[in-house]
């Protein structure tokens, strides 16, 4: 049963059913886009949009028309990061969406989430990246429903990551624990300058929590070589990058990416024959989305999605929401996509989650304790 809420399906009692069929395992999302998931959070949460009214941060009737709209071309999805940006120069209102977006991933069975968020400087409104940032930890230390993992440390030998069995889904009472890792974005309409500057605060707060870089933003915006300076700085650093690829077909950018060899690339949907091979040599892990990529046409269909062709070809590969709101989807129904159009069954679903630990920014304390999960998990499935 799917739930529909002001335009937003809620995956209720539908995605426990789809828990209970696959996710005898726990699943590894390496990939969320935090600021869209924020939106739409923002407009979902009655609640949370009223005290943005009160407060005069937004007036809901003046944005609607893009907010409720059913389906979005990609253009029209980043709109949507116009009116975030407008709405996240509160620091109590991106302390709170922060919190949300990782209890709703704890109740979905995650034990390991790379949050990726973009750090504001809003001098007016009295916002700096750093404040920003210090309101995203804020967020992240008064979770409730979970116990959350933000540093290495926190993870002792007889205090290990867990997962809820299938037996328990839906009626598990238990707090669940979810290591939280962040990737601070560098915005495709930013400057060099402060493309850089994101870079220096990812070094400053690696210490607490922050792992990685990543490059993303409107794909028909912006210059390769704009932020090329900020990302050899980072591979200079030892941060681990992850980029965006592929959204539309630029040629020059897409050849350059590939070039610069990150840790990982995000959607790769616009790739000519020359490209996918270099891809493909390079073994570089994929952030695949395909709820996402079929609704902004980054792939015709689900059924011609090249997912088939990357997980055919044995290439790295790890499913991610991109946005569970703004696509109405869940990281569930990502795998049911996949179980149910291409014909994976519960050993090969299972592997695929396994695999993706290796493709995680996170440290090796962290990719042990994963490992125990699934080995954990692999002995329950074959029971």
Not at 283 to 308: D, K, Q, R, W, Y
């Amino acid at each position: 049963m799917v739930l529909r809420c002001n335009n937003c399906f809620i995956f209720n009692t539908y995605r426990n059913t789809l828990q209970r069929m696959f996710y005898d395992f726990f699943m590894v999302p390496f990939f969320l886009s935090f600021e869209m998931l924020i939106l739409c959070c923002i407009f979902f949460n009655r609640e949370l949009a009223k005290q943005l009214s009160d407060k005069g941060v937004i007036v809901f009737e003046d944005v609607k028309g893009v907010i409720m709209k059913n389906g979005r071309s990609l253009q029209e999805c980043f709109r949507l990061f116009e009116l975030y940006h407008i709405l996240t120069t509160d620091h109590d209102t991106v302390a709170r969406i922060t919190k949300e977006v990782v209890e709703d991933f704890a109740a979905e069975n995650v034990v390991y989430l790379e949050i990726r968020t973009t750090p504001k400087n809003n001098e007016a409104k009295g916002m700096t990246k750093r404040s920003y940032m210090n309101a995203v930890i804020k967020g992240l230390q008064t979770v409730e429903a979970a116990e959350v993992v933000l540093f290495d440390s926190n993870l002792s030998t007889d205090k290990t990551l867990t997962c809820t069995p299938m037996s328990e889904l839906g009626g598990d009472t238990r707090k669940k624990m979810i290591c939280v890792r962040l990737l601070l974005s560098i915005d495709r309409r930013e400057t060099t300058l402060a493309a850089l500057d994101t870079v220096n605060l990812a070094m400053e707060l690696k210490d607490q929590g922050v792992i990685g870089i990543d490059l993303s933003g409107n794909p028909v915006v912006g210059e390769w070589e704009t932020y090329l300076p900020a990302l050899e700085h980072a591979k200079e650093l030892g941060i681990p990058i992850t980029i965006h690829c592929g959204e539309v077909a630029n040629r020059k950018e897409i050849q350059a990416v590939l070039d610069f060899c990150p840790q990982r690339l995000g959607h790769v949907c616009c790739l000519n024959d020359d490209e996918w091979k270099k891809l493909k040599s390079s073994m570089i892990p994929v952030e695949i989305c395909l709820t996402s990529n079929v609704m902004t046409g980054g792939a015709p269909s689900l059924e011609l999605h090249h997912f088939a062709d990357l997980y055919n070809a044995k290439h790295p590969l790890s499913l991610c929401t991109d946005d569970s709101g703004l696509f109405s989807t869940s990281l569930s129904n990502e795998y049911y996509l996949v179980a149910s159009t291409f014909g994976l069954g519960k050993a090969e679903l299972f592997q695929l989650a396994q695999d993706a630990v290796e493709f995680v920014f996170a440290g090796d304390e962290v990719k042990k304790s994963l490992r125990e999960v699934f080995k954990r998990a692999e002995k329950e499935l074959k029971t």
